[in-house]
Nanobody
Protein backbone atom coordinates (compact mmCIF):
# COMPACT_ATOMS: atom_id res chain seq x y z
CA UNK A 1 0.00 0.00 0.00
CA UNK A 2 1.75 3.12 -1.23
CA UNK A 3 0.62 6.66 -1.93
CA UNK A 4 3.15 9.14 -3.26
CA UNK A 5 2.17 12.81 -3.32
CA UNK A 6 4.15 15.37 -5.30
CA UNK A 7 3.90 18.80 -6.88
CA UNK A 8 4.07 21.05 -3.86
CA UNK A 9 6.22 24.14 -3.69
CA UNK A 10 6.40 27.87 -3.11
CA UNK A 11 4.07 30.10 -5.10
CA UNK A 12 2.88 33.68 -4.89
CA UNK A 13 -0.70 34.52 -3.99
CA UNK A 14 -2.92 34.24 -7.05
CA UNK A 15 -0.74 31.56 -8.58
CA UNK A 16 -1.42 27.92 -9.36
CA UNK A 17 -0.04 24.49 -8.54
CA UNK A 18 -1.03 20.98 -9.47
CA UNK A 19 -0.54 18.19 -6.97
CA UNK A 20 -0.34 14.55 -7.99
CA UNK A 21 -0.80 11.40 -5.97
CA UNK A 22 0.30 8.11 -7.49
CA UNK A 23 -1.02 4.96 -5.88
CA UNK A 24 -0.32 1.30 -6.16
CA UNK A 25 -3.03 -0.54 -8.06
CA UNK A 26 -3.92 -2.56 -5.02
CA UNK A 27 -4.52 0.65 -3.07
CA UNK A 28 -6.96 2.35 -5.38
CA UNK A 29 -9.00 -0.41 -6.95
CA UNK A 30 -12.69 0.51 -6.40
CA UNK A 31 -11.84 3.10 -3.75
CA UNK A 32 -12.51 6.80 -3.61
CA UNK A 33 -9.51 9.02 -2.96
CA UNK A 34 -9.15 12.39 -1.37
CA UNK A 35 -6.94 15.31 -0.43
CA UNK A 36 -6.55 16.76 3.03
CA UNK A 37 -4.30 19.50 4.35
CA UNK A 38 -2.80 20.45 7.66
CA UNK A 39 -1.44 23.86 8.55
CA UNK A 40 0.91 24.34 11.53
CA UNK A 41 -0.99 24.17 14.80
CA UNK A 42 -4.25 23.22 13.12
CA UNK A 43 -6.28 20.06 12.62
CA UNK A 44 -6.02 18.14 9.38
CA UNK A 45 -8.92 19.25 7.21
CA UNK A 46 -10.69 17.90 4.18
CA UNK A 47 -10.01 19.55 0.82
CA UNK A 48 -11.50 17.42 -1.97
CA UNK A 49 -12.32 13.86 -2.96
CA UNK A 50 -13.13 11.86 -6.09
CA UNK A 51 -14.94 8.58 -6.66
CA UNK A 52 -13.10 5.53 -7.93
CA UNK A 53 -14.60 6.08 -11.38
CA UNK A 54 -13.77 9.77 -11.34
CA UNK A 55 -17.35 10.80 -12.04
CA UNK A 56 -18.19 12.15 -8.58
CA UNK A 57 -16.25 14.90 -6.83
CA UNK A 58 -16.71 16.95 -3.70
CA UNK A 59 -14.79 20.01 -2.52
CA UNK A 60 -14.71 21.87 0.75
CA UNK A 61 -16.36 25.29 0.81
CA UNK A 62 -13.00 26.97 1.38
CA UNK A 63 -11.61 25.74 -1.95
CA UNK A 64 -14.74 25.40 -4.06
CA UNK A 65 -14.37 27.29 -7.33
CA UNK A 66 -10.57 27.48 -6.99
CA UNK A 67 -9.43 23.84 -6.62
CA UNK A 68 -10.40 20.90 -8.81
CA UNK A 69 -9.83 17.25 -8.00
CA UNK A 70 -9.60 14.70 -10.79
CA UNK A 71 -8.53 11.14 -11.38
CA UNK A 72 -6.76 9.15 -14.06
CA UNK A 73 -7.67 5.56 -13.30
CA UNK A 74 -5.39 4.20 -16.01
CA UNK A 75 -2.43 5.78 -14.21
CA UNK A 76 -3.76 5.14 -10.68
CA UNK A 77 -3.25 8.81 -10.03
CA UNK A 78 -5.34 11.64 -8.65
CA UNK A 79 -4.66 15.31 -9.09
CA UNK A 80 -5.49 18.54 -7.31
CA UNK A 81 -5.37 21.60 -9.52
CA UNK A 82 -5.12 24.65 -7.29
CA UNK A 83 -5.82 28.07 -8.78
CA UNK A 84 -6.06 31.52 -7.21
CA UNK A 85 -3.98 30.37 -4.28
CA UNK A 86 -4.13 32.34 -1.05
CA UNK A 87 -1.68 32.51 1.87
CA UNK A 88 -4.25 30.63 3.99
CA UNK A 89 -3.88 27.66 1.63
CA UNK A 90 -0.38 27.14 3.01
CA UNK A 91 -0.21 23.64 4.49
CA UNK A 92 1.08 20.14 4.04
CA UNK A 93 -1.25 18.39 1.60
CA UNK A 94 -1.96 14.69 2.00
CA UNK A 95 -3.65 12.25 -0.31
CA UNK A 96 -5.57 9.30 1.07
CA UNK A 97 -7.56 6.28 -0.01
CA UNK A 98 -11.08 5.83 1.31
CA UNK A 99 -12.52 2.52 2.45
CA UNK A 100 -15.48 2.87 0.10
CA UNK A 101 -16.07 3.94 -3.49
CA UNK A 102 -18.03 7.13 -2.76
CA UNK A 103 -16.11 10.35 -2.05
CA UNK A 104 -16.41 11.55 1.51
CA UNK A 105 -15.11 14.40 3.64
CA UNK A 106 -14.89 12.27 6.78
CA UNK A 107 -11.28 11.77 7.78
CA UNK A 108 -12.12 8.55 9.61
CA UNK A 109 -13.35 7.05 6.32
CA UNK A 110 -9.83 7.03 4.90
CA UNK A 111 -7.63 4.02 5.47
CA UNK A 112 -4.32 4.81 3.80
CA UNK A 113 -2.38 8.05 3.73
CA UNK A 114 0.53 9.39 1.73
CA UNK A 115 3.49 11.23 3.20
CA UNK A 116 2.37 14.76 2.30
CA UNK A 117 3.72 17.55 0.14
CA UNK A 118 4.31 21.11 1.32
CA UNK A 119 2.47 24.00 -0.32
CA UNK A 120 3.52 27.50 0.65
CA UNK A 121 1.73 30.57 -0.67
CA UNK A 122 3.45 33.91 -0.15
CA UNK A 123 1.56 37.18 0.04
Amino acid sequence: VQLQASGGGLVQAGGSLRLSCAASRRTVSNNAMGWFRQAPGKEREFVAAVSWRGDLTIHSDSVKGRFTVSRDSAKNTIYLLMNSLKPEDTAVYYCATARGSVPTSSRSSYAYWGQGTQVTVSS
